[in-house]
C-alpha cells in the first residue's frame, strides 16, 4: 500500500500544473496584439495590432516600453517576420484585394511595397539567412483547396512550388543555419521540416502542433499544443521525440518566438482577458512529466 500511495502521487506529478512566470509585455486593452516576431538584434518585437478590420504592424522593446507603429495605410497586416538585417518586416495584408498578400515594409521609412499578386490566398512569409529569398503558405493552387509552400525572390518575381499535395503546409520558419523550413501540417496535424529547395517533408511531432519557431542554435523547436482544448507553448528537439511544456495556463497562448539568446520565448495569449504580447523565461525550464516518470522509475527498481 506505500509504494501504491508513492506511485499515485508520482503520477499525478507528471499532470500537475506548473506555474510559469510568463510576463505582460503589451497592455493596450482596445485591441488585440499578437503574431510577435523577435528581431535577430534581440532589441525588438514586432506584432500585429488592433480591431477587426483596423490593425497595423508594431514593434515594442524586447525589455519593454512605448511601442512605435511600422506600417501607415495597409489593411489588415498580420503575421510580421523581420529581415535578417532588421531592416524590413514581410507581412500578409488584404490592402490590394479580397485576397491577402505578401508584402513588405521598411522599418525607418515605412513605406510598404507589395510583394505576391494573384487570386489566392498568401501568409505567414519568412525571410532566408541572406534576405534574398521569401517562404509563405497560399493557396494559389487552382483547385486544391489546401495550402502549399512557395519561395520567391524578396525583390519580386515568379514564386516557386517547394510543397505538393498531400500536405496543407502554413506557418513556414526557415533556419537557415541548417538550411531547413519547419511548417504546420494544417490537415493532418504535425510538425514537418523541408529543404528550402523542396523535397520530401520530414515529420517531426505527430500531434496538432502549429505555429513552429526554431531555437537560435537550430536544435529545438517551440510551438503550439492543445493538451485541454486550449493552446500551450512546448519544445521538442529537432530530430523529433520528448517535448518540453513551457506555459500552463487555462488561456491560450500561441504564435511564439525566440529571443536570440534562446533565454527567452515571446508569444500572443488571451490570459489577460484581450490578446496580449507575453515573454517568458524558458532557461530554467526542464521537462517535469519526465522528471517525475524518472522518479517513478527509480522508486521501483
Known sequence: MKYLNILFTLLALTVTSFADNAVRLTTDSMGSEQYPDWSSDGHWIAYSYGTAGDRDIYKIPASGGSPTQVTYGVRNPYYPDWSPDGSRIAFSSTESSYYSHIWIVDVNSHESNQLTTGNSDDHTPTWSQDGNFIVFSSTRVAGYKGF??????????????LTTAGFSAVCPAWFPKIDKIAFHDSGNGGIYTIPPSGGTPTQVTYEFDGYPCWSPAGT????????????????????????????????????????????????????????DIWVIDVSGIVNIESASLGKIKAMFR
Open 148 to 161: 502549399d509552400l512557395w519561395k520567391i525572390p524578396a525583390t519580386g518575381g515568379n514564386p516557386i512550388r
Open 220 to 275: 529545438k523547436i517551440a510551438f503550439t499544443n492543445y493538451p485541454g482544448g486550449n493552446g500551450d507553448i512546448y519544445t521538442v528537439t529537432e530530430a523529433g521525440g520528448e517535448r518540453t511544456r513551457i506555459t500552463d495556463d487555462p488561456a491560450d497562448d500561441m504564435g511564439p518566438t525566440w529571443s536570440p539568446d534562446a533565454s527567452k520565448i515571446a508569444f500572443q495569449s488571451n490570459r489577460s482577458g484581450s490578446w
